[in-house]
Protein backbone atom coordinates (compact mmCIF):
# COMPACT_ATOMS: atom_id res chain seq x y z
CA UNK A 1 0.00 0.00 0.00
CA UNK A 2 2.54 2.60 1.14
CA UNK A 3 5.18 1.16 -1.61
CA UNK A 4 1.99 1.56 -4.44
CA UNK A 5 1.58 5.36 -3.13
CA UNK A 6 5.17 6.24 -3.08
CA UNK A 7 5.74 4.91 -6.76
CA UNK A 8 2.06 6.97 -7.53
CA UNK A 9 3.62 9.78 -6.59
CA UNK A 10 7.26 9.00 -8.45
CA UNK A 11 4.77 9.17 -11.34
CA UNK A 12 3.44 12.40 -10.20
CA UNK A 13 6.75 14.28 -10.12
CA UNK A 14 7.97 13.42 -13.82
CA UNK A 15 4.33 14.46 -15.10
CA UNK A 16 4.60 17.83 -13.49
CA UNK A 17 7.83 18.44 -14.99
CA UNK A 18 6.59 17.94 -18.54
CA UNK A 19 3.12 19.70 -17.51
CA UNK A 20 5.60 23.16 -16.03
CA UNK A 21 7.70 23.71 -19.38
CA UNK A 22 4.82 23.20 -21.21
CA UNK A 23 2.91 25.88 -19.61
CA UNK A 24 5.82 28.05 -19.80
CA UNK A 25 6.72 27.48 -23.23
CA UNK A 26 3.08 27.84 -24.75
CA UNK A 27 2.49 31.35 -23.61
CA UNK A 28 5.86 31.97 -24.96
CA UNK A 29 3.91 31.74 -28.05
CA UNK A 30 0.83 33.98 -27.43
CA UNK A 31 0.83 37.16 -29.63
CA UNK A 32 1.69 40.24 -28.40
CA UNK A 33 4.41 41.52 -26.30
CA UNK A 34 4.15 42.21 -22.56
CA UNK A 35 6.25 45.10 -22.08
CA UNK A 36 3.87 47.21 -24.31
CA UNK A 37 1.26 46.19 -22.42
CA UNK A 38 2.35 47.00 -19.27
CA UNK A 39 4.07 49.98 -20.64
CA UNK A 40 0.86 52.01 -21.52
CA UNK A 41 0.83 55.12 -22.46
CA UNK A 42 4.81 55.57 -22.25
CA UNK A 43 4.66 52.58 -24.91
CA UNK A 44 6.69 54.84 -27.41
CA UNK A 45 9.52 55.26 -25.24
CA UNK A 46 12.38 52.34 -25.91
CA UNK A 47 14.32 53.84 -22.76
CA UNK A 48 11.19 52.26 -20.83
CA UNK A 49 10.23 49.68 -22.50
CA UNK A 50 13.81 48.51 -21.78
CA UNK A 51 13.73 49.23 -17.87
CA UNK A 52 10.39 47.11 -17.74
CA UNK A 53 11.94 44.18 -19.60
CA UNK A 54 14.84 44.11 -17.58
CA UNK A 55 12.96 44.21 -14.24
CA UNK A 56 10.93 41.12 -15.79
CA UNK A 57 13.51 39.45 -16.96
CA UNK A 58 12.15 39.24 -20.27
CA UNK A 59 15.62 40.31 -22.04
CA UNK A 60 16.88 37.10 -20.71
CA UNK A 61 17.34 33.89 -22.63
CA UNK A 62 13.98 31.47 -22.15
CA UNK A 63 15.52 28.74 -20.58
CA UNK A 64 17.00 31.35 -18.17
CA UNK A 65 13.59 32.66 -17.14
CA UNK A 66 12.55 29.11 -16.96
CA UNK A 67 14.55 28.04 -14.09
CA UNK A 68 14.04 30.98 -12.75
CA UNK A 69 10.14 30.74 -12.25
CA UNK A 70 10.49 27.28 -11.50
CA UNK A 71 13.14 27.47 -9.11
CA UNK A 72 11.04 30.34 -7.20
CA UNK A 73 7.78 27.50 -7.65
CA UNK A 74 9.74 24.96 -6.04
CA UNK A 75 10.49 27.27 -2.78
CA UNK A 76 6.68 28.36 -3.10
CA UNK A 77 7.01 31.46 -4.77
CA UNK A 78 4.61 32.04 -7.45
CA UNK A 79 6.42 35.14 -8.11
CA UNK A 80 4.19 38.56 -8.32
CA UNK A 81 1.47 39.53 -10.83
CA UNK A 82 2.92 41.88 -13.18
CA UNK A 83 -0.80 43.68 -13.33
CA UNK A 84 -2.02 44.01 -10.04
CA UNK A 85 0.79 44.10 -7.84
CA UNK A 86 -0.12 41.11 -5.39
CA UNK A 87 1.73 38.04 -4.94
CA UNK A 88 0.27 35.11 -7.55
CA UNK A 89 -0.32 33.06 -4.79
CA UNK A 90 -2.20 35.26 -2.62
CA UNK A 91 -4.76 35.79 -5.68
CA UNK A 92 -4.85 31.97 -6.28
CA UNK A 93 -5.89 31.45 -2.33
CA UNK A 94 -8.52 33.88 -2.69
CA UNK A 95 -10.02 32.90 -5.91
CA UNK A 96 -9.71 28.94 -5.02
CA UNK A 97 -12.51 28.45 -2.20
CA UNK A 98 -14.52 30.64 -4.65
CA UNK A 99 -14.28 27.97 -7.25
CA UNK A 100 -14.16 25.08 -5.29
CA UNK A 101 -17.21 26.34 -3.77
CA UNK A 102 -18.79 26.44 -7.49
CA UNK A 103 -17.36 22.66 -7.73
CA UNK A 104 -18.59 21.26 -4.87
CA UNK A 105 -22.30 22.35 -5.24
CA UNK A 106 -22.05 21.25 -9.28
CA UNK A 107 -20.48 18.30 -7.95
CA UNK A 108 -23.18 17.38 -5.36
CA UNK A 109 -25.87 18.26 -8.03
CA UNK A 110 -24.09 16.18 -11.04
CA UNK A 111 -24.13 13.14 -8.77
CA UNK A 112 -27.76 13.51 -6.97
CA UNK A 113 -28.70 13.60 -10.84
CA UNK A 114 -26.37 11.89 -12.69
CA UNK A 115 -26.35 8.47 -11.14
CA UNK A 116 -30.05 7.65 -10.19
CA UNK A 117 -31.28 8.50 -13.95
CA UNK A 118 -27.86 6.89 -14.76
CA UNK A 119 -29.16 3.39 -12.93
CA UNK A 120 -32.78 3.52 -13.42
CA UNK A 121 -32.07 4.28 -16.97
CA UNK A 122 -30.28 1.33 -17.15
CA UNK A 123 -32.91 -0.91 -14.97
CA UNK A 124 -36.11 0.40 -17.26
CA UNK A 125 -33.81 -0.40 -20.45
CA UNK A 126 -35.52 0.55 -23.89
CA UNK A 127 -38.65 2.20 -21.53
CA UNK A 128 -40.21 5.25 -21.76
CA UNK A 129 -38.28 6.15 -18.33
CA UNK A 130 -34.72 5.31 -20.43
CA UNK A 131 -35.56 7.47 -23.33
CA UNK A 132 -36.42 10.47 -20.78
CA UNK A 133 -33.25 10.16 -19.36
CA UNK A 134 -31.02 9.66 -22.33
CA UNK A 135 -33.05 12.58 -24.21
CA UNK A 136 -32.49 15.11 -20.91
CA UNK A 137 -28.30 13.98 -20.68
CA UNK A 138 -28.50 14.94 -24.67
CA UNK A 139 -29.69 17.81 -23.96
CA UNK A 140 -27.35 18.34 -21.11
CA UNK A 141 -24.35 17.54 -23.10
CA UNK A 142 -25.58 19.23 -25.95
CA UNK A 143 -26.43 22.64 -24.23
CA UNK A 144 -23.85 25.12 -24.32
CA UNK A 145 -23.33 26.32 -21.07
CA UNK A 146 -23.45 30.08 -21.20
CA UNK A 147 -26.28 29.74 -22.93
CA UNK A 148 -28.14 27.65 -20.62
CA UNK A 149 -26.88 30.47 -18.03
CA UNK A 150 -28.43 33.26 -19.98
CA UNK A 151 -32.15 31.60 -19.63
CA UNK A 152 -31.54 30.93 -16.24
CA UNK A 153 -30.86 34.25 -15.33
CA UNK A 154 -33.49 35.75 -17.42
CA UNK A 155 -36.17 33.26 -15.84
CA UNK A 156 -35.18 33.28 -12.37
CA UNK A 157 -33.40 36.61 -12.53
CA UNK A 158 -35.28 38.69 -14.70
CA UNK A 159 -38.43 37.59 -15.18
CA UNK A 160 -39.11 35.56 -11.39
CA UNK A 161 -36.90 38.20 -9.49
CA UNK A 162 -36.04 34.93 -7.29
CA UNK A 163 -32.11 34.60 -7.41
CA UNK A 164 -29.86 37.69 -7.88
CA UNK A 165 -28.38 37.46 -11.92
CA UNK A 166 -24.77 37.85 -11.15
CA UNK A 167 -21.87 38.50 -8.56
CA UNK A 168 -20.80 36.65 -5.46
CA UNK A 169 -21.39 36.60 -1.63
CA UNK A 170 -18.82 34.31 -0.18
CA UNK A 171 -19.71 31.00 2.22
CA UNK A 172 -19.01 32.92 5.46
CA UNK A 173 -19.82 36.63 4.91
CA UNK A 174 -23.49 35.44 4.46
CA UNK A 175 -24.38 31.57 4.15
CA UNK A 176 -27.47 31.80 2.39
CA UNK A 177 -26.72 34.54 0.43
CA UNK A 178 -23.65 32.87 -0.66
CA UNK A 179 -25.67 29.94 -1.76
CA UNK A 180 -28.16 32.01 -4.01
CA UNK A 181 -25.74 33.86 -5.97
CA UNK A 182 -24.11 30.10 -6.32
CA UNK A 183 -26.77 27.99 -7.27
CA UNK A 184 -27.28 28.90 -10.78
CA UNK A 185 -23.56 28.25 -12.27
CA UNK A 186 -23.74 25.21 -10.21
CA UNK A 187 -26.73 24.06 -11.28
CA UNK A 188 -25.43 25.27 -15.25
CA UNK A 189 -22.06 23.51 -14.61
CA UNK A 190 -23.43 20.35 -12.44
CA UNK A 191 -26.61 19.54 -15.09
CA UNK A 192 -23.53 19.22 -17.90
CA UNK A 193 -21.52 16.51 -15.80
CA UNK A 194 -24.73 14.91 -14.95
CA UNK A 195 -25.44 14.30 -18.35
CA UNK A 196 -21.91 12.52 -18.73
CA UNK A 197 -22.09 10.58 -15.34
CA UNK A 198 -25.72 10.02 -16.17
CA UNK A 199 -24.53 7.80 -19.40
CA UNK A 200 -21.50 6.29 -17.93
CA UNK A 201 -23.53 5.26 -15.00
CA UNK A 202 -26.13 3.76 -17.53
CA UNK A 203 -23.07 1.72 -19.71
CA UNK A 204 -21.65 0.05 -16.04
CA UNK A 205 -24.98 -0.61 -14.86
CA UNK A 206 -25.96 -2.55 -17.89
CA UNK A 207 -22.85 -4.38 -17.48
CA UNK A 208 -23.41 -5.21 -14.02
CA UNK A 209 -26.22 -6.34 -14.58
CA UNK A 210 -25.75 -9.45 -17.23
CA UNK A 211 -23.13 -10.91 -14.70
CA UNK A 212 -23.23 -13.83 -13.48
CA UNK A 213 -23.46 -12.95 -9.58
CA UNK A 214 -26.41 -10.60 -10.52
CA UNK A 215 -28.45 -14.17 -11.28
CA UNK A 216 -26.58 -15.36 -7.88
CA UNK A 217 -28.34 -12.34 -5.58
CA UNK A 218 -31.68 -13.11 -7.42
CA UNK A 219 -31.16 -16.95 -6.86
CA UNK A 220 -30.89 -16.09 -3.08
CA UNK A 221 -34.36 -14.46 -3.22
CA UNK A 222 -33.31 -10.64 -2.65
CA UNK A 223 -35.25 -7.76 -3.57
CA UNK A 224 -34.60 -6.77 -6.93
CA UNK A 225 -33.92 -2.62 -5.09
CA UNK A 226 -31.01 -4.74 -2.95
CA UNK A 227 -30.01 -6.77 -6.60
CA UNK A 228 -29.92 -3.60 -8.41
CA UNK A 229 -28.71 -0.77 -5.73
CA UNK A 230 -26.25 -3.30 -3.77
CA UNK A 231 -25.12 -6.18 -6.08
CA UNK A 232 -24.80 -4.05 -9.12
CA UNK A 233 -24.19 -0.79 -8.35
CA UNK A 234 -21.08 -1.72 -6.16
CA UNK A 235 -19.25 -2.91 -8.95
CA UNK A 236 -20.79 -0.46 -11.83
CA UNK A 237 -19.32 2.51 -9.62
CA UNK A 238 -15.96 1.21 -9.84
CA UNK A 239 -15.45 2.80 -13.12
CA UNK A 240 -17.72 5.88 -12.74
CA UNK A 241 -16.16 6.65 -9.41
CA UNK A 242 -12.95 7.49 -11.69
CA UNK A 243 -14.85 9.48 -14.06
CA UNK A 244 -16.45 11.05 -11.15
CA UNK A 245 -12.64 12.51 -10.18
CA UNK A 246 -11.70 13.65 -12.98
CA UNK A 247 -14.85 15.54 -13.58
CA UNK A 248 -14.34 16.78 -10.36
CA UNK A 249 -11.10 18.11 -11.43
CA UNK A 250 -12.64 19.90 -14.66
CA UNK A 251 -14.59 21.65 -12.45
CA UNK A 252 -12.01 23.02 -9.90
CA UNK A 253 -9.95 24.06 -12.87
CA UNK A 254 -12.64 26.55 -13.10
CA UNK A 255 -15.50 27.58 -15.64
CA UNK A 256 -14.35 30.19 -17.82
CA UNK A 257 -17.94 31.30 -19.89
CA UNK A 258 -19.79 30.00 -16.81
CA UNK A 259 -18.12 32.28 -14.37
CA UNK A 260 -17.96 35.13 -17.24
CA UNK A 261 -21.83 34.60 -17.52
CA UNK A 262 -22.57 34.41 -13.58
CA UNK A 263 -19.67 37.44 -13.06
CA UNK A 264 -18.11 34.59 -10.18
CA UNK A 265 -14.79 35.90 -9.37
CA UNK A 266 -12.92 32.22 -9.83
CA UNK A 267 -10.14 30.89 -11.15
CA UNK A 268 -12.08 31.12 -14.22
CA UNK A 269 -12.08 34.82 -14.59
CA UNK A 270 -9.00 35.04 -12.99
CA UNK A 271 -6.76 32.94 -15.97
CA UNK A 272 -8.84 35.36 -18.85
CA UNK A 273 -7.90 38.54 -16.92
CA UNK A 274 -4.47 37.26 -16.83
CA UNK A 275 -4.30 35.98 -20.52
CA UNK A 276 -5.74 39.26 -21.74
CA UNK A 277 -3.28 40.99 -19.86
CA UNK A 278 -0.62 38.90 -21.12
CA UNK A 279 0.15 38.76 -16.76
CA UNK A 280 2.42 35.92 -17.61
CA UNK A 281 3.16 35.06 -13.52
CA UNK A 282 -0.68 35.14 -12.93
CA UNK A 283 -1.59 32.40 -16.26
CA UNK A 284 1.50 30.04 -15.13
CA UNK A 285 0.60 30.15 -11.46
CA UNK A 286 -2.90 29.57 -12.23
CA UNK A 287 -2.66 27.13 -14.60
CA UNK A 288 0.11 25.17 -12.39
CA UNK A 289 -1.96 25.43 -9.51
CA UNK A 290 -4.86 23.63 -11.58
CA UNK A 291 -2.39 20.97 -12.91
CA UNK A 292 -1.30 20.25 -9.13
CA UNK A 293 -5.19 19.87 -8.10
CA UNK A 294 -5.74 17.61 -11.32
CA UNK A 295 -2.93 15.41 -10.55
CA UNK A 296 -3.81 14.93 -6.56
CA UNK A 297 -7.68 14.12 -7.51
CA UNK A 298 -6.71 11.47 -9.53
CA UNK A 299 -4.49 10.38 -6.79
CA UNK A 300 -7.43 10.55 -4.67
CA UNK A 301 -9.69 8.67 -7.65
CA UNK A 302 -7.05 5.56 -7.46
CA UNK A 303 -7.22 5.55 -3.59
CA UNK A 304 -10.80 5.43 -3.89
CA UNK A 305 -11.18 2.94 -6.87
CA UNK A 306 -9.04 0.78 -4.04
CA UNK A 307 -11.23 1.80 -1.24
CA UNK A 308 -13.90 0.12 -3.27
CA UNK A 309 -12.67 -2.62 -5.92
CA UNK A 310 -11.21 -5.54 -3.69
CA UNK A 311 -9.58 -6.98 -6.14
CA UNK A 312 -6.87 -4.19 -6.26
CA UNK A 313 -6.40 -3.93 -2.51
CA UNK A 314 -3.37 -6.29 -1.54
CA UNK A 315 -1.61 -5.73 -4.83
CA UNK B 1 -38.62 -16.09 -27.43
CA UNK B 2 -38.09 -19.46 -29.06
CA UNK B 3 -40.37 -22.58 -28.34
CA UNK B 4 -37.68 -24.04 -26.48
CA UNK B 5 -38.99 -26.16 -24.40
CA UNK B 6 -41.92 -28.67 -24.87
CA UNK B 7 -43.98 -30.59 -22.80
CA UNK B 8 -41.44 -32.09 -19.88
CA UNK B 9 -42.75 -33.35 -16.35
CA UNK B 10 -40.52 -34.48 -14.04
CA UNK B 11 -40.72 -35.06 -10.18
CA UNK B 12 -37.79 -34.74 -7.73
CA UNK B 13 -37.81 -36.70 -4.20
CA UNK B 14 -36.31 -35.45 -0.86
CA UNK B 15 -32.91 -36.35 0.09
CA UNK B 16 -32.76 -37.86 -3.94
CA UNK B 17 -30.62 -37.16 -6.86
CA UNK B 18 -32.67 -36.42 -10.03
CA UNK B 19 -30.25 -36.44 -13.03
CA UNK B 20 -31.16 -34.47 -16.04
CA UNK B 21 -28.93 -34.89 -18.79
CA UNK B 22 -28.58 -34.18 -22.46
CA UNK B 23 -26.37 -32.60 -24.71
CA UNK B 24 -25.70 -28.50 -24.67
CA UNK B 25 -28.58 -26.54 -25.68
CA UNK B 26 -31.03 -29.27 -25.08
CA UNK B 27 -33.20 -27.19 -22.47
CA UNK B 28 -31.89 -28.72 -19.53
CA UNK B 29 -30.57 -24.52 -17.83
CA UNK B 30 -33.91 -23.46 -19.32
CA UNK B 31 -36.30 -25.81 -17.51
CA UNK B 32 -34.52 -24.83 -14.21
CA UNK B 33 -34.41 -21.33 -14.37
CA UNK B 34 -37.94 -21.59 -15.23
CA UNK B 35 -38.49 -23.22 -12.18
CA UNK B 36 -36.32 -21.09 -10.23
CA UNK B 37 -38.42 -18.01 -11.91
CA UNK B 38 -35.08 -16.63 -13.03
CA UNK B 39 -35.79 -16.59 -16.95
CA UNK B 40 -35.87 -13.44 -18.93
CA UNK B 41 -39.33 -11.29 -18.35
CA UNK B 42 -40.44 -12.15 -22.19
CA UNK B 43 -40.02 -15.67 -21.60
CA UNK B 44 -43.26 -17.86 -21.50
CA UNK B 45 -44.14 -20.51 -19.01
CA UNK B 46 -47.06 -22.21 -19.11
CA UNK B 47 -47.59 -25.76 -17.40
CA UNK B 48 -47.04 -26.04 -13.54
CA UNK B 49 -44.49 -26.60 -11.35
CA UNK B 50 -45.01 -27.61 -7.66
CA UNK B 51 -42.91 -27.61 -4.43
CA UNK B 52 -44.87 -29.22 -1.57
CA UNK B 53 -47.67 -29.00 -3.43
CA UNK B 54 -47.31 -25.27 -4.14
CA UNK B 55 -47.69 -24.11 -7.75
CA UNK B 56 -44.89 -22.33 -8.32
CA UNK B 57 -45.98 -21.02 -11.80
CA UNK B 58 -49.45 -19.48 -10.64
CA UNK B 59 -48.01 -17.28 -7.77
CA UNK B 60 -46.64 -14.17 -8.42
CA UNK B 61 -43.10 -12.60 -8.65
CA UNK B 62 -42.73 -11.65 -5.11
CA UNK B 63 -43.97 -15.10 -3.62
CA UNK B 64 -41.59 -16.81 -6.05
CA UNK B 65 -39.19 -14.35 -4.71
CA UNK B 66 -39.58 -15.44 -1.00
CA UNK B 67 -39.56 -19.12 -1.90
CA UNK B 68 -35.67 -18.32 -3.67
CA UNK B 69 -33.27 -19.32 -1.21
CA UNK B 70 -35.24 -20.14 1.08
CA UNK B 71 -37.18 -23.40 -0.59
CA UNK B 72 -35.55 -23.68 -3.44
CA UNK B 73 -31.93 -22.68 -3.97
CA UNK B 74 -29.85 -22.92 -7.12
CA UNK B 75 -25.92 -23.11 -8.05
CA UNK B 76 -24.67 -22.65 -11.51
CA UNK B 77 -21.81 -23.68 -13.86
CA UNK B 78 -19.44 -21.14 -13.51
CA UNK B 79 -18.22 -20.96 -10.14
CA UNK B 80 -15.48 -17.69 -11.39
CA UNK B 81 -17.79 -15.59 -12.39
CA UNK B 82 -20.95 -16.34 -10.21
CA UNK B 83 -19.90 -14.84 -6.80
CA UNK B 84 -19.92 -10.99 -6.32
CA UNK B 85 -16.13 -9.76 -7.04
CA UNK B 86 -17.22 -7.30 -4.31
CA UNK B 87 -18.49 -8.72 -1.15
CA UNK B 88 -16.73 -11.26 1.08
CA UNK B 89 -17.57 -14.82 0.86
CA UNK B 90 -19.28 -14.78 4.28
CA UNK B 91 -21.03 -12.06 3.76
CA UNK B 92 -22.67 -13.50 0.52
CA UNK B 93 -23.99 -16.19 3.06
CA UNK B 94 -24.82 -14.68 5.39
CA UNK B 95 -27.29 -12.52 3.13
CA UNK B 96 -29.35 -14.70 2.41
CA UNK B 97 -29.57 -15.60 6.45
CA UNK B 98 -30.38 -12.26 6.59
CA UNK B 99 -33.12 -11.94 4.18
CA UNK B 100 -34.95 -15.52 4.86
CA UNK B 101 -34.10 -16.34 8.35
CA UNK B 102 -34.00 -12.91 9.91
CA UNK B 103 -30.87 -12.94 12.05
CA UNK B 104 -29.03 -9.47 13.08
CA UNK B 105 -25.96 -9.07 11.42
CA UNK B 106 -23.75 -11.10 13.67
CA UNK B 107 -25.79 -14.15 14.65
CA UNK B 108 -25.86 -14.85 10.27
CA UNK B 109 -21.98 -13.88 9.68
CA UNK B 110 -21.76 -16.72 12.43
CA UNK B 111 -23.93 -18.90 10.52
CA UNK B 112 -21.93 -18.15 7.55
CA UNK B 113 -18.73 -19.21 8.86
CA UNK B 114 -20.60 -22.41 10.00
CA UNK B 115 -22.48 -22.92 6.87
CA UNK B 116 -18.70 -22.62 5.21
CA UNK B 117 -17.17 -24.85 7.91
CA UNK B 118 -20.30 -27.55 6.33
CA UNK B 119 -19.29 -27.30 3.04
CA UNK B 120 -15.48 -28.71 3.84
CA UNK B 121 -13.81 -25.03 3.54
CA UNK B 122 -10.38 -25.39 5.67
CA UNK B 123 -9.91 -22.13 8.22
CA UNK B 124 -13.56 -20.95 7.66
CA UNK B 125 -13.51 -17.92 10.22
CA UNK B 126 -10.49 -16.81 7.50
CA UNK B 127 -11.69 -17.68 4.35
CA UNK B 128 -15.16 -16.00 5.31
CA UNK B 129 -13.54 -12.45 5.60
CA UNK B 130 -11.84 -13.25 1.88
CA UNK B 131 -13.03 -12.02 -1.69
CA UNK B 132 -13.64 -14.38 -4.11
CA UNK B 133 -10.88 -14.06 -6.36
CA UNK B 134 -9.19 -15.10 -3.20
CA UNK B 135 -10.52 -18.31 -3.37
CA UNK B 136 -9.98 -20.96 -5.90
CA UNK B 137 -12.67 -22.55 -8.25
CA UNK B 138 -13.34 -25.69 -6.18
CA UNK B 139 -13.57 -23.07 -3.19
CA UNK B 140 -15.71 -20.51 -5.03
CA UNK B 141 -18.10 -23.81 -5.51
CA UNK B 142 -18.34 -24.74 -1.99
CA UNK B 143 -19.58 -20.85 -1.20
CA UNK B 144 -22.02 -21.00 -3.99
CA UNK B 145 -23.08 -24.67 -2.27
CA UNK B 146 -23.04 -22.92 1.16
CA UNK B 147 -24.81 -20.09 -0.25
CA UNK B 148 -27.83 -22.37 -1.74
CA UNK B 149 -27.79 -24.83 1.58
CA UNK B 150 -27.79 -21.86 4.40
CA UNK B 151 -31.12 -21.89 4.55
CA UNK B 152 -31.81 -25.05 4.23
CA UNK B 153 -34.10 -25.55 0.70
CA UNK B 154 -36.39 -28.28 -0.01
CA UNK B 155 -35.45 -28.33 -3.26
CA UNK B 156 -31.51 -27.68 -4.81
CA UNK B 157 -30.78 -27.62 -8.69
CA UNK B 158 -27.89 -28.00 -9.67
CA UNK B 159 -26.57 -26.84 -13.01
CA UNK B 160 -23.52 -28.56 -14.26
CA UNK B 161 -21.96 -27.63 -11.06
CA UNK B 162 -18.63 -29.22 -11.87
CA UNK B 163 -18.06 -28.38 -15.41
CA UNK B 164 -15.82 -25.86 -14.94
CA UNK B 165 -13.65 -27.58 -12.04
CA UNK B 166 -10.91 -29.69 -11.85
CA UNK B 167 -11.20 -33.79 -12.29
CA UNK B 168 -10.21 -33.94 -8.79
CA UNK B 169 -12.05 -31.13 -7.50
CA UNK B 170 -15.35 -32.51 -9.22
CA UNK B 171 -15.45 -35.75 -7.40
CA UNK B 172 -15.15 -33.42 -4.33
CA UNK B 173 -18.12 -31.39 -4.62
CA UNK B 174 -20.30 -33.98 -5.97
CA UNK B 175 -19.65 -36.18 -3.09
CA UNK B 176 -20.06 -33.18 -0.74
CA UNK B 177 -23.48 -32.43 -2.68
CA UNK B 178 -24.46 -35.96 -1.78
CA UNK B 179 -23.44 -35.64 1.88
CA UNK B 180 -25.47 -33.25 2.58
CA UNK B 181 -28.48 -34.18 0.48
CA UNK B 182 -28.46 -36.87 2.85
CA UNK B 183 -27.91 -35.02 5.75
CA UNK B 184 -30.75 -32.43 4.81
CA UNK B 185 -33.03 -34.09 3.22
CA UNK B 186 -32.88 -31.80 0.35
CA UNK B 187 -34.41 -32.76 -3.27
CA UNK B 188 -31.59 -32.53 -5.67
CA UNK B 189 -31.87 -31.86 -9.36
CA UNK B 190 -28.47 -32.77 -11.10
CA UNK B 191 -27.97 -30.99 -14.49
CA UNK B 192 -25.19 -32.53 -16.61
CA UNK B 193 -24.21 -33.88 -19.44
CA UNK B 194 -21.38 -36.43 -17.97
CA UNK B 195 -23.11 -40.16 -17.97
CA UNK B 196 -20.15 -40.89 -15.33
CA UNK B 197 -22.09 -38.23 -13.24
CA UNK B 198 -25.49 -39.77 -13.37
CA UNK B 199 -24.62 -43.48 -12.89
CA UNK B 200 -22.29 -42.02 -9.30
CA UNK B 201 -24.70 -39.80 -7.85
CA UNK B 202 -28.56 -39.95 -9.37
CA UNK B 203 -31.19 -41.91 -8.48
CA UNK B 204 -33.72 -40.74 -11.26
CA UNK B 205 -32.54 -39.50 -14.60
CA UNK B 206 -34.87 -37.70 -17.12
CA UNK B 207 -32.94 -37.50 -20.45
CA UNK B 208 -33.79 -34.38 -23.03
CA UNK B 209 -33.62 -33.94 -26.36
CA UNK B 210 -34.01 -30.94 -27.86
CA UNK B 211 -36.26 -29.51 -25.83
CA UNK B 212 -38.32 -33.00 -25.09
CA UNK B 213 -38.00 -35.46 -22.39
CA UNK B 214 -36.79 -38.72 -24.96
CA UNK B 215 -36.59 -41.05 -21.56
CA UNK B 216 -37.39 -40.88 -17.87
CA UNK B 217 -36.56 -43.81 -15.55
CA UNK B 218 -34.77 -45.27 -12.03
CA UNK B 219 -30.70 -44.59 -12.43
CA UNK B 220 -30.11 -48.31 -12.23
CA UNK B 221 -32.81 -48.83 -15.05
CA UNK B 222 -31.57 -46.70 -17.40
CA UNK B 223 -28.05 -47.93 -17.59
CA UNK B 224 -28.82 -51.44 -17.55
CA UNK B 225 -31.95 -51.24 -20.10
CA UNK B 226 -32.22 -47.86 -22.28
CA UNK B 227 -35.19 -47.82 -24.07
CA UNK B 228 -34.32 -44.82 -26.60
CA UNK B 229 -31.97 -44.94 -29.29
CA UNK B 230 -31.04 -41.42 -28.17
CA UNK B 231 -29.88 -42.45 -24.62
CA UNK B 232 -28.08 -45.49 -26.35
CA UNK B 233 -26.41 -43.47 -28.40
CA UNK B 234 -25.44 -41.45 -25.15
CA UNK B 235 -24.24 -44.42 -23.40
CA UNK B 236 -22.28 -45.67 -26.48
CA UNK B 237 -20.50 -41.73 -26.53
CA UNK B 238 -19.34 -42.25 -23.00
CA UNK B 239 -15.92 -43.09 -22.20
CA UNK B 240 -15.90 -46.29 -19.70
CA UNK B 241 -12.78 -46.72 -17.87
CA UNK B 242 -10.56 -49.48 -18.23
CA UNK B 243 -11.81 -49.65 -22.14
CA UNK B 244 -8.94 -48.44 -23.88
CA UNK B 245 -8.05 -48.35 -27.84
CA UNK B 246 -11.59 -48.77 -28.66
CA UNK B 247 -13.43 -46.17 -30.56
CA UNK B 248 -16.15 -44.00 -28.94
CA UNK B 249 -19.35 -44.45 -31.20
CA UNK B 250 -20.83 -40.76 -31.52
CA UNK B 251 -24.04 -40.10 -32.96
CA UNK B 252 -24.48 -39.25 -36.68
CA UNK B 253 -25.67 -35.43 -37.61
CA UNK B 254 -25.96 -32.81 -34.94
CA UNK B 255 -28.88 -31.20 -32.31
CA UNK B 256 -31.64 -29.68 -34.53
CA UNK B 257 -32.59 -26.34 -34.69
CA UNK B 258 -35.08 -24.97 -32.56
CA UNK B 259 -36.60 -22.36 -34.51
CA UNK B 260 -37.65 -25.20 -36.90
CA UNK B 261 -37.98 -28.83 -35.35
CA UNK B 262 -38.29 -31.87 -37.65
CA UNK B 263 -41.53 -32.93 -37.32
CA UNK B 264 -42.40 -35.47 -35.45
CA UNK B 265 -39.80 -37.39 -33.09
CA UNK B 266 -36.97 -34.76 -32.90
CA UNK B 267 -34.54 -37.42 -32.96
CA UNK B 268 -36.13 -39.43 -36.13
CA UNK B 269 -33.23 -37.39 -38.13
CA UNK B 270 -29.98 -38.93 -36.68
CA UNK B 271 -31.93 -42.28 -35.03
CA UNK B 272 -30.79 -45.73 -36.60
CA UNK B 273 -33.60 -47.10 -35.85
CA UNK B 274 -36.17 -44.58 -37.58
CA UNK B 275 -39.32 -45.44 -39.42
CA UNK B 276 -41.53 -43.70 -41.61
CA UNK B 277 -44.06 -42.98 -39.15
CA UNK B 278 -41.62 -41.72 -36.76
CA UNK B 279 -41.85 -38.18 -38.61
CA UNK B 280 -45.59 -38.23 -38.45
CA UNK B 281 -46.04 -36.85 -34.83
CA UNK B 282 -44.48 -36.09 -31.74
CA UNK B 283 -44.11 -39.56 -29.96
CA UNK B 284 -45.97 -39.82 -26.85
CA UNK B 285 -43.58 -40.58 -23.37
CA UNK B 286 -44.91 -44.38 -22.64
CA UNK B 287 -44.36 -46.47 -19.88
CA UNK B 288 -42.64 -49.62 -21.32
CA UNK B 289 -41.55 -50.75 -18.00
CA UNK B 290 -42.77 -50.23 -14.34
CA UNK B 291 -41.30 -46.42 -13.74
CA UNK B 292 -39.43 -46.63 -17.11
CA UNK B 293 -40.73 -44.36 -19.80
CA UNK B 294 -39.28 -43.82 -23.04
CA UNK B 295 -40.91 -41.19 -26.03
CA UNK B 296 -39.85 -43.64 -28.55
CA UNK B 297 -42.17 -45.29 -30.80
CA UNK B 298 -40.15 -48.38 -31.21
CA UNK B 299 -39.85 -49.38 -27.70
CA UNK B 300 -39.10 -51.79 -26.54
CA UNK B 301 -35.40 -51.83 -28.30
CA UNK B 302 -34.63 -55.44 -27.20
CA UNK B 303 -35.13 -57.11 -30.44
CA UNK B 304 -33.13 -54.07 -32.22
CA UNK B 305 -30.01 -53.52 -30.10
CA UNK B 306 -28.98 -57.13 -30.48
CA UNK B 307 -28.49 -56.80 -34.32
CA UNK B 308 -27.43 -53.11 -34.58
CA UNK B 309 -24.60 -53.90 -31.55
Redesign the interface.
Known sequence: MWVWLLKRIGQVLPTLFILSILIFGLQQLMPGDPALILAGEERGDPQVLAQIRAELRLDRPIYEQYLYWIGNVLTGDFGFSWRIRMPVSQLILDKLPVTAQLAAMSFIIAVLIGVPAGIISAVKRDRPADWVANGVALFGISTPNFWLGIMMILFFSVELGWLPPSGYVPLTEDFWQSIATTIMPAFVLGTGVASVLMRHTRAAMLTALS???V??????????RVVVWK?AL??ALIPVVTLGAIEFGRLLAGAVLTEQVFTIPGFGKLIVDAVFNRDYPVVQGVVLATALIFVLLSLVADLLYMA????LR?A | MLGILDAISFRAEAGKTLAIVGESGCGKSVASLAIMGLLPENAEVSGSARLMGRDLLGMSTEERRALRGAEMAMIFQEPMTSLNPAFTAGEQVAEALRLHQRLDHDAAFKAAVAMLEKVRIPDAARRARQYPHQLSGGMRQRVMIAIALACRPKLLIADEPTTALDVTVQAQILALLDDLKRETGTAVILITHDLGVVADHADDVVVMYAGRVAEQARAADLFARPEHPYTVGLLGAAPAAGVRGERLASIEGTVPDLRAPPPGCRFAPRCPFAVARCAEGAPPLAEVAPGHFSACLRAPLDAMLGVAA
Open positions: QDYRTARAKGLREHRNINPRQ
